[in-house]
């Protein structure tokens, strides 16, 4: 049954033996307070939450450090505080928002961005900047170079600062670096591929994401009548928070790179095609359950049904 298929997902990511507060949490606010005009009770967001794991406590400490670094502010009012989107963390929520929703991939410039190390650094720094670096996309060459055939370097340097290493900035330069073009004795575009970035690991983990939500895919398409509104709710987090977190590994390679049968697309099509089915009943669920401190009920803003517009339903699948 298609509640049994939403019920393990669930179950599997509340016993987790550390949840992620802080990404569960951004991913909730780019897909469902932003819809709701960016702002949410404190006490609405600790009660949606709680079906996937998060207590009140955790929930608390993860929203005054998101305070902290700029994501949220606080609106008292009264005994209650509203939470809302500060600008900064609007903009990155609606950078993330351009690669998660979209159809396919922006057709590519056929230049490469680079982050040169032009400093020394020590070994943990180096080693915290490449784990950073990789979960922003970027590929490795060497021990000083990162590449990425698409990033925002300003976004990139950004994502360090939120991450704690903007002390390292000072000893990194920021290129763009255009294709081999002409010169056929360089190495080829495919070349920095294959030399930058382990795809293995990366299309495994994509692997991993479809047999996870493929089975719920399968049971809406057959008896999606059966999944309640908040199943649908929390399993649309879940889908959303996990595809988020393979999109950060992703380069977003442009297809003329891709190896052949690379499974992000069918990842980005099934995400697609369970996303619209989820949204109904999400949304049901939201407007008995989504409050702002004064009582009321945002309305939900239809953007979302543009999202994954151009995807195209996957096949029934038995």
């Given at each position: 049954m298609a509640v049994s298929a939403?019920?393990?997902?669930?179950?599997?990511f509340s016993q987790q033996s550390r949840i992620k507060a802080g990404s569960l949490i951004t991913?909730?606010?780019?897909?469902?307070?932003?819809?709701?005009?960016?702002?949410?009770?404190?006490?609405?967001?600790?009660?949606?939450?709680?079906?996937?794991?998060?207590?009140?406590?955790?929930?608390?400490?993860?929203?005054f450090r998101l305070v902290r670094d700029g994501w949220l502010e606080s609106k008292p009012l009264g005994r209650r505080t509203d939470y809302l989107l500060s600008p900064t963390?609007?903009?990155?929520?609606?950078?993330?928002?351009?690669?998660?929703?979209?159809?396919?991939?922006?057709?590519w410039d056929r230049r490469w961005r680079l982050i040169m190390v032009v400093g020394d650094l020590s070994a943990k720094d180096r080693d915290?900047?490449?784990?950073?670096?990789?979960?922003?996309?970027?590929?490795?060459?060497?021990?000083?170079?990162?590449?990425?055939?698409?990033a925002d370097l300003t976004v990139a340097f950004d994502g360090l600062v939120r991450d704690g290493l903007g002390d390292l900035l000072k000893k990194l330069k920021p290129l763009m670096a255009a294709g081999p073009g002409a010169l056929s004795s360089a190495a080829s575009d495919v070349d920095m591929v294959n030399a930058a970035w382990d795809l293995d690991q990366l299309a495994q983990m994509y692997r991993d994401f479809l047999s996870r939500y493929q089975p719920i895919l399968s049971q809406c398409q057959t008896a999606g009548d059966t999944v309640t509104a908040q199943q649908a709710f929390?399993?649309?987090?879940?889908?959303?928070?996990?595809?988020?977190?393979?999109?950060?590994?992703?380069?977003m390679l442009p297809d003329v790179l891709q190896p052949m049968n690379w499974p992000g697309q069918q990842a980005r099509l099934?995400?697609?095609?369970?996303?619209?089915?989820?949204?109904?009943?999400?949304?049901?669920?939201?407007?008995?359950?989504?409050?702002?401190?004064?009582?009321?009920?945002?309305?939900?803003i239809d953007v979302l049904q543009e999202r994954f517009r151009e995807a195209d339903p996957l096949p029934l699948t038995g």
């Open positions: 939403i019920s393990r997902r669930i179950e599997s991913s909730l606010l780019g897909d469902v307070v932003v819809p709701r005009g960016g702002r949410i009770w404190l006490g609405s967001l600790i009660d949606l939450l709680e079906p996937m794991g998060l207590n009140e406590r955790l929930v608390r400490t993860t929203v963390g609007s903009k990155r929520i609606e950078k993330a928002a351009k690669s998660i929703y979209a159809s396919s991939h922006p057709n915290r900047l490449r784990k950073a670096l990789i979960w922003q996309g970027f590929g490795v060459l060497g021990g000083n170079c990162f590449v990425h055939p698409s929390v399993a649309r987090v879940l889908l959303i928070h996990d595809y988020r977190r393979l999109l950060l590994r992703d380069p099934l995400c697609g095609e369970l996303y619209r089915r989820l949204l109904p009943a999400s949304e049901q669920f939201l407007d008995r359950h989504y409050q702002l401190a004064d009582g009321s009920t945002p309305v939900f």
